[in-house]
């Protein structure tokens, strides 16, 4: 559940950014906005990876 929680805790982060972003066209947040879904990129195939180590070993 620790990686369930960092992927929540990565997109609520995002969220103002998002915000300022879409609805008052700030281009640094998009900046922001950007680098976060590339965090969350990473971090998603870490846990694909981990999770088929775990479902390999069974």
Known sequence: MKRF???RDLIMNLEGD???FYD??????????R???QELKNLAQEIRI????VK???
Do not use: L
């Open 18 to 20: 998002f915000e300022k």
């Open 56 to 58: 390999n070993k069974s």
């Open 50 to 53: 981990e999770v088929q180590d």
């Open 5 to 7: 929680e960092q992927v």
């Open 35 to 37: 680098k976060g879904m």
């Open 24 to 33: 008052k066209e700030n281009q640094a947040a998009g900046t922001r906005v």
